[in-house]
């Protein structure tokens, strides 16, 4: 069974730290493409990041770039977020996913990538 699960969140004053992890069960993450979104209630769910394992390419949103990293640790089966800078509107839930197969996607920015989420860990950023 697939399983995601998210871990790091906080509260963190504007210009902190965050690093988030996401823990992957039931497969092995190597050739996967594992993204990293966020969501503010009453928005669309926001891209943030996204690690591809088939080439080690990476995506990152233009709101965040700069400023946050994805990383992956296989042997962990872990993916992380690192989060520099923090803006108080980069307060969301933010949620990692998995697609149903590994392999490169095609729009690895868009939630319907993916099949699999984990439940969220909440941001918040203020002072």
């Known amino acids: 069974q697939v399983q995601l699960v998210e871990s790091g969140g906080g509260l963190v004053q504007p210009g902190g730290s965050l690093r988030l992890s996401c823990a992957a069960s039931?497969?092995?993450?190597?050739?996967?493409?594992i993204g990293w979104f966020r969501q503010v209630p009453g928005k669309a769910r926001e891209a943030v990041a996204s690690t591809s394992g088939m080439d080690g390419s990476t995506y990152i949103a233009d709101s965040v770039k700069g400023r946050f990293t994805i990383s992956r640790d296989n042997a962990k089966n872990t993916v992380y977020l690192g989060m520099n800078s923090l803006k108080p509107e980069d307060t969301a839930v933010y949620y990692c996913a998995a697609p149903l197969r590994p392999g490169r996607l095609g729009y690895p920015d868009s939630q319907h990538e993916y099949d699999y989420w984990g439940q969220g860990t909440q941001v918040t950023v203020s002072s």
């Open positions: 039931g497969f092995t993450l190597d050739y996967w493409t």
